[in-house]
């Protein structure tokens, strides 16, 4: 039989000959982390990817209130702009744009452009829209005729529109 100090050393020895670890091996040092692969480009605007013609429609804000002040049927004034853009490789002959409204809105003022159908501003354009022709520029050259000049190739229309909001109140 083994005295207690007999048995203290054997399992101070078996302690000192066994692996740290029983459960698992240690785990080999981890290699450096992996370089962050490169990201790609950033995807170039809409307007420069366009390989034709490329419109686009910017609300300038919310509208404001216009004398004279009426709460039951108040009027607005909003303004935005119209751009039209020729990316392709053909001249864009006498442009034409559709621009879609929700309400009852009177364009009262666009730049750059007429009614297509020969209306004088200001002029109710309704729930429908309306569409826009190119005045004085109708034509709008190529990048390659122009050498990129954008006063050639694009086109930008400030429109002024007012909107009348109806408030109904119960009696």
């Known amino acids: 039989m083994l005295d207690k100090y007999s048995l203290s050393f054997l399992i101070l020895l078996i302690t000192l000959l066994l692996p740290q670890s029983l459960a698992q091996p240690a785990a080999p040092a981890p290699f450096p982390p992996p370089a962050n692969p490169p990201l790609p480009p950033p995807s170039p605007p809409q307007k420069a990817a366009c390989n034709g013609v490329f419109v686009s429609y910017v609300a300038n804000g919310g509208g404001s209130a216009i004398a004279p002040t009426n ?93 009348q909001i109806l408030h109904y109140t119960r009696q």
């Open 71 to 163: 709460p039951s049927n108040q009027a607005y004034r909003f303004s935005g702009a119209v751009t039209v853009t020729n990316n392709d490789v053909k001249e864009l002959k006498a442009w034409h744009v559709f621009v879609g409204f929700q309400f009852d809105e009177v364009l009262v003022s666009a730049d750059k452009a007429v009614l297509d159908d020969g209306t004088p501003l200001p002029a109710a354009v309704g729930k429908n829209g309306t569409v826009l022709a190119g005045f004085p520029q109708s034509d709008l050259k190529t990048a390659i005729q122009t050498a990129g000049d954008s006063t050639q190739t694009e086109v930008q229309v400030q429109l002024t529109l007012v909107q």
